[in-house]
């Protein structure tokens, strides 16, 4: 299950690392003069085993002149009873730089639960969490300089570090995808400072 889901989500990353902006939303709030922007989500994490499987991907999110990053962790298992999780305002999201430098930004939304499903046919169950951190100004300065070594997301019910990798090569449907999760604030968040339609 999860690979079909690794597939498709990999192709459509893949073209946000060849310099080209892409978005999943889009809109515009003619009462407010206000655009909303949701990129196409980018793969920081992957594991897979022949039971188990994990994907993390980060969106970015413009309302206005306010930015969100998105995590979204998929998780699915055949032999785990998986429960999703709800992250409430208050958790944290936070960046190791490989310039020896940490930031840390909050959720500012009451809550968000996750997201529970089965295949019968698989035998899998596959839960997708969900958490929205507003990226404050001081934090943009930060990210803009630096790759990211490290995020840890920290929440009442959940703390998790992941490592981020320099690169991340991925072989399906012979053809082959590399994208930069450590850079992936560096290389995408122009599409949400100076869109590209």
Known sequence: MIKTYLTLLLF?????????????????DNSTNQAYLKSLPITLDIYETPFNGRIVLASFIRTGNQY????????????QNLEPICF??????????????????????????????????TNYTSISNYAKFILTQEAFDSLVKSEIILIKISSTDFNKTFVLKDELIQTRADSTI?????RFF??????MTNPKF
């Open 12 to 28: 459509t990353c893949s073209l946000l690392s060849f310099g080209q902006c892409e978005y999943s939303e889009m809109a515009y």
């Open 186 to 191: 560096i290389d995408n968040i122009k599409c």
């Open 68 to 79: 969100f990053i998105e995590i979204e962790i998929t998780k699915d298992s055949s032999s």
């Open 88 to 121: 409430e305002k208050g958790s944290r999201l936070s960046f190791s730089l490989k310039d020896g430098s940490i930031v840390s930004i909050p959720q500012i939304e009451e809550k968000i639960c996750g997201i529970k499903s089965y295949d019968k046919k």
């Open 178 to 182: 590399t994208t930069n999760p450590s």
